[in-house]
């Protein structure tokens, strides 16, 4: 579905569908020169994640893995909790891995710095992070991020896998959710 589409429901467009491509084709080439030689395992934190996944992993010149994380901070509302679940664990085992972690945005970081020191417990070899979009306004926890797509304001966004109480993430762009669709 387009941006247009939804229009209503939308305040700003922030990222076009060509603008979430190019990124994506930036941020692989920056992977594969980093993991040349390597076969990384990418783990993607559902159902977010789902399209970055899906684009980066198939952008990317490199052997890779992937496995998939479900993980749940927020509820249904647009805040973050801080409290974090593993609703769905991976299959891989990380001993010895170059593990990526993408993931579609970080708010607060809470999921994502939680989730970096679960699975570097786990006797990863390396564990870095990729993240399309990033909240900087938001951030409670300083999260080391090696691969940022999208610095975008503290609003509530949605499409290409963020979702609204499950809506929206087929969008192709990413667009500001517009405050009477939540209020
Ligand atoms: P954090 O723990 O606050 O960094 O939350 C990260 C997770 O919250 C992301 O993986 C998203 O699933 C969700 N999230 C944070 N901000 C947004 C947003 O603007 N739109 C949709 N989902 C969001
Ligand atoms: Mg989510």
Same mark, same amino acid.
């Given at each position: ?8 429901? %939308?305040?700003? =467009? ?28 990418? =783990?993607?934190? %559902? ?54 972690? #993408? ?14 020191? $679960? ?12 993240? %399309? ?6 951030? @409670?926890?300083? =999260?080391? #991020? ?7 304001? $503290?609003?509530?966004? =949605? ?7 499950? @809506?929206?993430? $087929? %969008?192709?762009?990413?667009? #500001? ?7």
């Amino acid at each position: 579905m387009e941006l247009t589409d939804v229009a209503g429901d %939308l305040s700003t =467009v922030l990222i076009s569908e060509e603008q979430i491509q190019a990124k994506i084709a930036e941020l692989s080439r920056l992977i594969e020169a980093d993991y040349e030689g390597r076969r990384p395992l990418l =783990v993607g934190v %559902l159902k977010g994640a789902v399209m970055v996944m899906a684009d980066l992993a198939r952008e990317l010149k490199l052997h890779i893995d992937m496995d998939w994380m479900a993980v749940s901070s927020y509820g249904a509302g647009t805040q973050s909790s801080g409290v974090v679940r593993i609703l769905k664990d991976l299959d891989s085992d990380l001993t010895g891995r170059d593990v990526l972690i #993408v993931e579609d945005i970080i708010d607060s970081g809470l999921t994502l710095s939680w989730l970096r020191a $679960n699975l570097e417990t786990r006797g990863a070899a390396s564990v870095e992070i990729c993240a %399309l979009l990033r909240k900087p306004d938001a951030a @409670k926890v300083q =999260v080391d #991020v090696k691969y940022i797509g999208f610095e975008i304001p $503290n609003e509530f966004v =949605v499409g290409y896998g963020l979702d609204y109480a499950e @809506k929206y993430r $087929n %969008l192709r762009g990413i667009g #500001v959710l517009a405050p009477h669709v939540y209020s």
